[in-house]
């Protein structure tokens, strides 16, 4: 049987959020652990960046922003169109159909996934904060040159 990752770590969130906790809506803790891996990335390579490059980008940061968020808003809905509650039904059957061993594996891998993804999360979150400050530092030299 072949499930892909993301459909994995999808039915796991499926099949542990309570009746009202809103199941359905499980494709959205989804894309919130691959937005913070996005947001990791992005942080990574504007840490590599010079100052120019920093201040040109500070200019255009409006344009930025909305090309991310349509990005963004893009994958959300995709997400939601994919992961819909027949397709947590047919990963319910394979499901059922492994040995215990094989559900055990692919849970552990599924518990994984979201353990980094946390901390993927909070690095993304501080090196976003070093970014700021350092947009902040490179702006303010050169406003006083």
Same mark, same amino acid.
């Given at each position: 049987? %072949? /499930?892909?990752? *993301?459909?994995? $770590? =999808? =039915?796991? !969130?499926r099949s542990s959020a309570p009746k009202r906790g809103l199941p359905e809506r499980s494709f #959205? /803790? &989804? *894309?919130?652990?691959? #937005?913070?891996? *996005? $947001?990791? #990335?992005?942080?990574l390579i504007l840490h590599t &960046?010079?100052?120019?490059?920093? /201040?040109t980008l500070y200019k255009m940061? %409006?344009?930025i922003?909305?090309?991310v968020v349509y990005f963004l808003l893009f994958i959300a809905t995709v997400q939601c169109i994919v992961y819909n509650k027949t397709k947590y039904l047919v990963l %319910?059957? %394979? =499901?059922?159909?492994?040995s215990d061993a094989e559900r055990q594996e692919r849970k552990k891998i599924f518990k994984i996934? !979201?353990?980094?993804? $946390? &901390?993927?999360? !909070?690095?993304s979150v501080i090196l976003w904060s070093l970014y700021i400050d350092r947009v902040k530092e490179a702006v303010s030299v050169n406003l006083s040159i």
């Amino acid at each position: 049987m %072949k /499930i892909s990752f *993301f459909d994995n $770590i =999808y =039915y796991w !969130i499926r099949s542990s959020a309570p009746k009202r906790g809103l199941p359905e809506r499980s494709f #959205f /803790i &989804l *894309f919130v652990s691959q #937005f913070a891996y *996005f $947001i990791f #990335f992005v942080a990574l390579i504007l840490h590599t &960046l010079n100052d120019e490059t920093v /201040i040109t980008l500070y200019k255009m940061e %409006k344009t930025i922003v909305v090309c991310v968020v349509y990005f963004l808003l893009f994958i959300a809905t995709v997400q939601c169109i994919v992961y819909n509650k027949t397709k947590y039904l047919v990963l %319910k059957d %394979k =499901y059922a159909r492994m040995s215990d061993a094989e559900r055990q594996e692919r849970k552990k891998i599924f518990k994984i996934y !979201i353990f980094v993804s $946390i &901390l993927t999360g !909070i690095v993304s979150v501080i090196l976003w904060s070093l970014y700021i400050d350092r947009v902040k530092e490179a702006v303010s030299v050169n406003l006083s040159i």
